[in-house]
Every structure is written in structure tokens, then in C-alpha cells.
């Protein structure tokens, strides 16, 4: 049995200290290198983070299992406690001293995201949620907008290349999903689309956070989301703002 507000507790308490190693990495020089591709970057502090918060997880609940970016992505989401982490998100904006990035932590029991924490440490944004009790900003409680309509909406993130822009208020790209997705939940943001390109790290705490803030999160094709390792979601501020969106994909296809 998973105590939910005792882990939500003590990773916090994790999450904050581990935003002192992002910070000061923020602020000094960095030994860059990439992945599986050229513009798949990973720094000296990626790994740092990451490890910090395993370990530190795991002298509490040596039980549990971790999905995370750079040292356990291919691990397999099963019915144990299994904590999904991106250590930083962001990571070029990171190098590039763009201050958008953040660690996003969630705590997933028999495929369901309990926890979820994203942590901005460069300009002191901490957005978090555990099922059932809301979500919030910095300790202060934080709802999506009621947006309906697409030309009143801020798209955030990912737009569909076959979609234009004009549709909408307004675009912006971050950098960061996990940003992104906490920026709908406090209502800066209205609608996000992902396809193709996100990971269930980038995504996981920022779903939890949307639906405690009352959003709604979808598959890509706009059915139930279940899938917590499928990161091809539709996250959006109102039912009625992701069925106008839904119209307007289909009809670009």
C-alpha cells in the first residue's frame, strides 16, 4: 500500500534539492553531448539530477521502480510503484541559458499518476499535484481557463505543421513539454497537441497537473487517455475546445 501524501512529501523535499544542482548548472560551464541524434543533447547535469533523485528515492522505497530519460528509458511500466522522472526537460534551453526548463517527476501505482511535480528552479515556478486534492503554483491553487473557441485559444508547444496558426489566438513553443503542459493548467495556455516526438517523461506530471487543475487530456486522436507510456496526447483547457480542435485536425488530414 503506497502512502500517497508521504511520498508526495518526501519527494518534494527531493525534487527542491535536486533544483539547487539545475540551478547552479544553469549558471556554469557545461560538458555537452548528444544522443540519438545531433540535436538530442545531454549535459554532465542531466545525469547528476537523475542520479540524485534515484538514489535518494531508493533509500526510502528500495521497492520501487524508475522510467527516466537518461538512465532507465527503456524499463517497462508495470503495477508496481514505478516513478517516471526527466531530470531536466529542457535540456537546450538549458545549455542555451534559455530559462525555460525544469525537472518533472510523477509517481505512477497499478497505472495511475498519483503524483506529479514539475519544478522550474531558475525562475522559481513549482507546480504540483496528487490525485484527488488539485493542483497548484508556488503553494497557491491554479485552475485551466474556459476557453471554447479556437480563435480565442493559445496553442501551446507542438503545432501540427498541416494546421495553420491563424486558426488560433496565438502560438507559443517553450521548449519544454512539461512547462508547457503546467502553463495550461494555470490557464496561460489553452490547447496542446503532441504527436510524434514526446516521451511519457516529458509528460507524465504535467498530465496529473491538467487534470487536477480540471483540464482535459486525451489521446492524439482524441479517445480516453489510458496509455501512460503513449506521450501522443491532446491536453486542453475545455471538452468543447479539444472537440473544435478535433474538427479542425480532421479536416486538414
Not at 509517481?107 to 511535480?117: D, W
Not at 513549482?126 to 486534492?133: E, I, R, S
Not at 480540471?214 to 486522436?221: A, F, H, N, Q, R
Not at 496526447?233 to 488530414?253: D, P, R, S, V
Request: glycine content about 6%; aromatic content about 8%; overall charge negative.
Amino acid at each position: 500500500m503506497v502512502d500517497m501524501h508521504q511520498c508526495y512529501s518526501q519527494a518534494l523535499k527531493i525534487v527542491l534539492e535536486a533544483g539547487e544542482l539545475l540551478l547552479n548548472g544553469f549558471k556554469s560551464p557545461k560538458e555537452i553531448s548528444t544522443k540519438k541524434n545531433d540535436k538530442d543533447f545531454v549535459t554532465q547535469y542531466d545525469k547528476l539530477i537523475e542520479k540524485t533523485i534515484i538514489d535518494n528515492i531508493l533509500q526510502l522505497y528500495p521497492n520501487h521502480k524508475f522510467i527516466a530519460e537518461e538512465s532507465a528509458a527503456g524499463n517497462i511500466l508495470t503495477e508496481e510503484p514505478t516513478w517516471i522522472l526527466d531530470p531536466i526537460d529542457g535540456t537546450t534551453n538549458f545549455i542555451q541559458g534559455f530559462p525555460f526548463c525544469c525537472i518533472s517527476l510523477a509517481l505512477v501505482v497499478e497505472n495511475e499518476i498519483i503524483i506529479g511535480i514539475v519544478y522550474n528552479p531558475i525562475i522559481n515556478q513549482l507546480f504540483t499535484a496528487q490525485k484527488g486534492q488539485g493542483a497548484y503554483l508556488n503553494n497557491e491553487k491554479i485552475q485551466v481557463s474556459s476557453t471554447e473557441d479556437l480563435q480565442n485559444a493559445m496553442f501551446g508547444h507542438d503545432i501540427n505543421h498541416k494546421i495553420s496558426i491563424r486558426n488560433f489566438r496565438g502560438s507559443r513553443s517553450l521548449g519544454s513539454a512539461a512547462i508547457s503542459l503546467c502553463y495550461l493548467a494555470m490557464g496561460a495556455v489553452d490547447i496542446i497537441y503532441s504527436f510524434g516526438r514526446l516521451k511519457c517523461w516529458d509528460v507524465a506530471a504535467g498530465i496529473l497537473i491538467i487534470q487536477e487543475a480540471k483540464g482535459i487530456v486525451l489521446d492524439s486522436k482524441g479517445s480516453q487517455y489510458k496509455d501512460i507510456m503513449n506521450a501522443d496526447i491532446l491536453a486542453a483547457c475545455t471538452k468543447k475546445l479539444a472537440e473544435n480542435f478535433l474538427k479542425l485536425k480532421n479536416f486538414n488530414i
